[in-house]
C-alpha cells in the first residue's frame, strides 16, 4: 500500500513509539497517585512533556490540558466558554468551512438557546483560498458574542489563515478567539504568544504520535478564559477535564511535537517536493485537472496538501480502482458521510465538481519512488475510467 492521506491520520514515528514504551511497561503509575514514587515518577512525565508542548507552540505550559483528542479539544473550547455559568454573551462565530468536530458542536449550541453565526469563505472566482472572509467575519462579531472559532489550517484544502490579524480582529470586538489547530500543529510554525489566539485544539495523531490523545491549550495569558468542564469525575487537571491521564500517549504526544518542531524547515520543503511532483504528473499524464484551493505555495498551503477535481470521474470511483492507494474524496475524517464537502461546496464548486474531486495527503514516510508509482497507477486507473464512461 502506497498511504498517501496523512491529512486524515498520520504513522506513528518509529522515535515515538519507542519514547512512548516505557510509560506502558516499567513507568506505569497514575499521575494522580503522588504518594508514591510510581505516581510521582508518572506525573512527572506529565509535567515534562506539558512544558515541551507549550515551548513548542511558545504558549504558557500551565493553558495545556490534555484530552482524547481534537473533537473533545474542540468541544471543551467552545461549549466550555459560550456555557460557562458566569458567561453573560450568547452569540457564538465559525466558519462554513470548518470540520465537523467545530460545526457540529455549533449546531448543538443553537439547540441550547446561544445564537451562531457562520460566516462564508471567500468564494469569488478570483479567490479560492478557502479562508474566511475577515470585512463578513469583522460584520458577525457582536458586543454579544463571547467566542469565533476559525481553523488554523484547513484539513481538505489545506489553506492556512492568517491568524494574528483574525486575533486581533476578534479582540479589538471584545471577543475571544479559539483555533481548530489540528491540520497546523506540526506541520507549519504555529506560536501562540506572537498570534495571541486564546484556545487552540490538536491531537497527536496528525503529527505522527499515536491516536487517542489531544490537547486544548486554555488561556495564552493576555485574557481571560473560564470553561464550563465537559468531563466531570475525579478532578483532575483543575477539575476541567476529570478522568485518569493517559502518560504513555502524553509523552508520545510531545516527543511527536518536538520532532516535528525540530525537523519542520527541511521536512515541510522535502514534502511540498513530493506534492508537486505528484501534482505535475498528474497533470501531464491526465487532460483536465481542477486545482482545489489556493495555490500550492508554501506560505497560503500546507507543503503536503493537495486537493483537485477531475474530469467527469468521481474520486470514488479513481479510489474503489486504486484499493492499492491510500487518499480520498472528500474529508476521511467524515466518511461516513457520503455527502459532497462542505468545503468544496462552499468554496463555490457544484455537488459534482465536489464529487469529482480527491485529496491526498503526503507525509513524512512517502518517499520519491512512492509518488512516481502512484502517478503511473493513478493515470492508468483514469485511463480505463474514462474508456468505460
Ligand atoms: N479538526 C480537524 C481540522 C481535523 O482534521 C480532525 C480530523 O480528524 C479533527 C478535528 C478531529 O480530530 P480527532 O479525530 O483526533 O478528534
Known amino acids: 500500500m502506497i498511504y498517501l492521506d496523512n491529512h486524515a491520520t498520520t504513522r506513528c514515528d518509529p522515535r515515538v513509539v519507542q519514547a512512548m514504551l516505557p510509560w506502558l511497561s516499567e513507568d506505569y503509575g497514575n499521575p494522580s ?29 500551565e493553558a495545556v490540558l490534555f484530552t482524547s483528542g481534537a473533537t473533545e479539544s474542540n468541544n471543551l473550547a467552545i461549549r466550555g466558554v459560550c456555557l460557562h455559568p ?36 471567500v468564494a469569488n472566482g478570483n479567490d479560492s483560498s478557502g479562508l474566511v472572509d475577515l470585512d463578513r467575519l469583522a ?18 484544502i489545506g489553506s492556512i489563515a492568517p491568524m494574528k490579524s483574525i486575533a486581533q480582529l476578534c479582540h479589538s470586538r471584545g471577543a475571544l478567539l479559539h483555533s481548530d489547530a489540528t491540520q497546523a500543529v506540526g506541520r507549519i510554525p504555529v506560536d501562540i504568544g506572537d498570534a495571541d489566539v486564546d484556545l487552540v485544539s490538536a491531537t497527536a495523531h496528525k503529527f505522527y504520535g499515536p491516536k487517542g490523545i489531544g490537547f486544548l491549550l486554555a488561556g495564552n495569558g ?68 481542477v486545482l482545489n484551493g489556493p495555490p500550492l505555495t508554501q506560505s497560503s498551503r500546507l507543503a503536503g496538501n493537495l486537493n483537485f477535481q477531475l474530469d467527469a470521474i468521481e474520486g470514488a470511483a479513481w479510489m474503489s480502482a486504486t484499493p492499492e492507494l491510500a487518499f480520498s474524496s472528500g474529508s476521511a475524517c467524515s466518511s461516513a458521510d457520503a455527502a459532497p464537502s462542505h468545503v468544496l461546496t462552499a468554496l463555490g464548486l457544484s455537488e459534482s465538481a465536489a464529487r469529482c474531486s480527491v485529496r491526498f495527503g503526503i507525509g513524512r514516510f512517502n518517499t520519491d519512488e512512492e509518488i512516481e508509482q502512484a502517478a503511473n497507477r493513478l493515470i492508468v486507473a483514469y485511463t480505463k475510467l474514462r474508456q468505460l464512461s
Open 222 to 289: 493576555n485574557r481571560r478564559v473560564r470553561l464550563k468542564p465537559q468531563i466531570v469525575g475525579g478532578g483532575q487537571q483543575h477539575g476541567l477535564r476529570s478522568g485518569t491521564l493517559n502518560p504513555a500517549g502524553i509523552v508520545a504526544m510531545a516527543t511527536a511535537l518536538t520532532l516535528c518542531v525540530d525537523e519542520m524547515e527541511s521536512e515541510t520543503a522535502r514534502i511540498a517536493q513530493l506534492r508537486n511532483k505528484l501534482f505535475d504528473l498528474l497533470c501531464r499524464g491526465i487532460e483536465g485537472i
Open 86 to 121: 458566569r458567561q453573560k454573551k450568547r452569540h457564538f462565530v465559525t466558519v462554513a468551512s470548518e470540520h465537523h468536530a467545530v460545526l457540529d458542536v455549533a449546531d448543538d449550541l443553537e439547540r441550547e438557546g446561544i445564537r451562531v453565526t457562520r460566516v462564508p469563505v
Open 139 to 156: 460584520a458577525a462579531i457582536e458586543p454579544d458574542t463571547a467566542l469565533v472559532s476559525v481553523m488554523w489550517a484547513n484539513n481538505e
Open 33 to 61: 497517585s503522588v504518594s508514591h514514587d510510581a505516581g510521582h515518577t508518572a506525573a512527572e512525565g506529565v509535567q515534562r512533556s506539558a512544558g515541551a508542548i507549550a515551548s513548542a507552540l511558545n504558549a504558557p505550559a
